[in-house]
Structures are given as C-alpha cells and as structure tokens.
C-alpha cells in the first residue's frame, strides 16, 4: 500500500514562506491532496494537484509534484498565524483509499 | 449543510465499560470513514463504508472495536470493553464519489480518555 513520509515540524516567522515536503511510494495515485488540521478539529481539504501536473498555484499556496522523485511539497506564500496547523500530505492507493502521512507541525512565530 | 456531525464531543470513560460513538455524515455521502488520531501512531484508517456496506476493516485493532452503519445517515463505532490505549481522538469523516477528487470531509471528532 501507500506509503506517505513527511517532516515532523517546521518552524517559521510571520511574513516569510513556508515549504512543507512529502514522499510517497505508490504512483498510481491520481490525485495528492494536503489536508490542513487547526487545534481542536478534524482535517480539512486545503488544497490537491492532478497527477499529471507539475505545479498548482491557489493564492498563497503553490503545490509542486516531481513524479520521478515521488516528491510533493506545499509552498505558503507570507506565513500568517493562523496558518499555523498540522499539515498531512495524502495519496490514494490502488484501492482509492486516501493514506496520509504522520502530518508536519507548523509553528508560525510573530 | 451542517458538516459532519460527530457526538459526543468528549467521552471520559472506566476501563472495562462500553464506549459508544456516533457519526452523522454529510447527506448524499456514499463513503464513510473512521479514523483514529493519536501522538505515537498519527491518523489510522479504522474502517470505512461504501453505500452503508463494510468494505475494509482491517485498520480495526482488535476485537473489541466494531462499527455498523444501519443507513445512509448514521453510523457507530463501539469499544466494549474499552482500555486506557484506546484513548485517542476518533474522526469520521465522508465523501462522494462523484467529481473525481477524492475529497474527505472529517467530523470535529470526539476525544476519548479511559481510566
């Protein structure tokens, strides 16, 4: 099945961006998602890129996918606090059920 | 449409009791999901429905854990008896199979603690 690593936490300062990075094992995915989860609540779909793209843009977030490399990465374009969440990466296996990895912690500080 | 609805919120329980769960998912939903989120073992795939029918349950740890979904609109995960490693936050969540993305929208879920 999918198996889907990504950093623990990430740190950074209001203003600036954020790179959050993620590898997957199965390919067959046709669609990675990022998931977003703020304190005290379930997770929410932020944003997903269409396997065959490379790069998808939606306002402050920019969604790179390097299919060789099995690599997928989140870009957030002027860091706000309340940006600051877990983040999960997630793709389908061969059987369409979504495997998200362990989630990254993101610290936005003033 | 109110989201998925989980109840209760938090649920403080003693070793050895039965431990209810239930989910309302969002209406028009044909999959449903539960999760299981704690810090050692992240986000688990517990079990998930497909048209109210069982399609995997191999992420349900032991035994002790069962879910049904008797329709469209309701389903519950059971925990009987319960011990303290069952503490965890435990999500639904739901999805539709049209459109392509495989978007799942999660429940606030609810915050298990055994004695």
């Known amino acids: 099945g999918e198996d889907v690593e990504q950093s623990l936490f990430l740190s950074v300062r209001e203003g600036d961006s954020s790179v959050i990075n993620c590898t997957y094992t199965?390919?067959?995915?046709?669609?990675l998602y990022w998931y977003k989860q703020e304190p005290g609540a379930g997770l929410q779909l932020l944003t997903y890129i269409f396997s065959n793209m490379d790069m998808k843009q939606d306002q402050r977030l920019t969604v790179l996918l390097n299919k060789k490399d099995k690599h997928l990465s989140l870009r957030i374009a002027d860091t706000q606090t309340g940006d600051s969440a877990i983040y999960f990466c997630a793709g389908a296996d061969s059987w369409g059920k979504l495997q998200f990895g362990a989630g990254t912690q993101v610290v936005v500080t003033p | 449409d109110a989201g998925v609805i989980q109840s209760p919120r938090h649920e403080v329980t003693e070793m050895g009791q039965e431990v209810t769960l239930r989910c309302k998912p969002i209406s028009g939903h044909d999959y449903l999901f539960w999760y299981r989120q704690t810090m050692m073992r992240g986000l688990e795939l517990l079990i998930y429905f497909n048209n109210n029918v069982p399609i995997d349950d191999s992420g349900m740890p032991e035994d002790r854990f069962s879910a049904k979904m008797p329709n469209a609109s309701f389903s519950t995960l059971k925990i009987q008896p319960s011990e303290p490693r069952d503490s965890a936050v435990y999500f639904c969540a739901s999805s539709s199979t049209s459109g392509g993305v495989n978007e799942q929208f999660f429940g606030p879920g609810t915050r298990l603690t055994v004695l």
């Open positions: 199965d390919s067959s995915s046709t669609y």
